[in-house]
């Protein structure tokens, strides 16, 4: 049975705002791991393949015909 504070707290949780007018780019991504792991400074490395990754996909992606 639901009590007054469980009554009060209903509904209260923060909305989360997602966009969904743009999905994220590649070079989007990479960017958002360059800002938060910069290449000069020591990084996890599986953070490290994940850039690594993301950068092997751009340059496959962006070959010219």
Excluded: C, W
């Amino acid at each position: 049975m639901a009590t007054q504070e469980d009554k009060k707290n209903e509904g209260s949780a923060t909305p989360v705002s997602v966009s969904y007018e743009k999905s994220p780019t590649l070079e989007g991504i990479l960017a958002k791991l360059d800002q938060g792991f910069p290449d000069n400074q020591p990084i996890p490395e599986t953070i490290a393949r994940v850039k690594a990754h993301y950068r092997a996909l751009i340059k496959n992606n962006t070959k010219p015909e």
